[in-house]
T-cell receptor, first 113, second 117 residues
Framework: AQSVTQLDSQVPVFEEAPVELRCNYS??????LFWYVQYPNQGLQLLLKYLSGSTLVKGINGFEAEFNKSQTSFHLRKPSVHISDTAEYFC???????????FGTGTRLKVLA | GAGVSQSPRYKVAKRGQDVALRCDPISGHVSLFWYQQALGQGPEFLTY????????KSGLPSDRFFAERPEGSVSTLKIQRTQQEDSAVYLC???????????????FGSGTRLTVV
């Protein structure tokens, strides 16, 4: 079955430290990959997406992600986090030829002062 | 409007009550999706509209769930005889393009948090 795995349910990190949020998906067929952020009581905001081309994708708020087809991964990184980055982060995949987002269970990033 | 608007933001329903959740997509957006997000989980697909046509309702969990988009703009998700397991955030998303031919530029609303007591 097609699925997305976010192994870390919570990631605490100190302010100005780097962070990596992991995402793996279940199939190596053609995919489109996304990271969304969800602040408390808000909807999903698109951080970045990979559709094709360069495997390193840069998004908003200083985030970037790298598509690794051989490892079926799309990890999210930020070199220096801020308190305001505290939120829930969701990885999602759309398999080519379909239109449904398949979301991971989310990673709660908590930035500590 | 500038974004996808959902109402109400919060809804508390007694078990067995019917509810209706509204989604106002961005004007002109062709595609509209409903997702259900249970507590501590990622959103899960419920249904998809292209204009007024409901092309996929495979994610609706039971026949108590019904969605419509009669004029190809506003959509309503209706849940009949609500049960406690229906408690979740219901998210609506819209897209300008027809899926499969776009860059998947979906815009999500803030959701409706439904609590069934």
């Amino acid at each position: 079955a097609q699925s997305v795995t976010q192994l870390d349910s919570q990631v605490p990190v100190f302010e100005e430290a780097p962070v990596e949020l992991r995402c793996n998906y279940s199939s190596s067929v053609s995919v489109y990959l996304f990271w969304y952020v969800q602040y408390p009581n808000q909807g999903l905001q698109l951080l970045l997406k990979y559709l094709s081309g360069s495997t390193l994708v840069k998004g908003i708020n200083g985030f970037e992600a790298e598509f690794n087809k051989s490892q079926t991964s799309f990890h999210l990184r930020k070199p220096s986090v801020h308190i305001s980055d505290t939120a829930e982060y969701f990885c999602a995949v759309v398999y080519s030829g379909t239109y449904k987002y398949i979301f991971g269970t989310g990673t709660r990033l908590k930035v500590l002062a | 409007g500038a974004g996808v608007s959902q109402s109400p933001r919060y809804k508390v329903a007694k078990r067995g009550q019917d509810v209706a959740l509204r989604c106002d997509p961005i004007s002109g957006h062709v595609s509209l999706f409903w997702y259900q997000q249970a507590l501590g989980q990622g959103p899960e697909f419920l249904t998809y509209f292209q204009n007024e046509a409901q092309l996929d309702k495979s994610g609706l969990p039971s026949d108590r769930f019904f969605a419509e988009r009669p004029e190809g703009s506003v959509s309503t998700l209706k849940i009949q005889r609500t049960q406690q397991e229906d408690s979740a955030v219901y998210l609506c998303a819209s897209s300008l393009a027809i899926t499969g031919r776009s860059n998947y530029g979906y815009t999500f609303g803030s959701g409706t948090r439904l609590t069934v007591v």
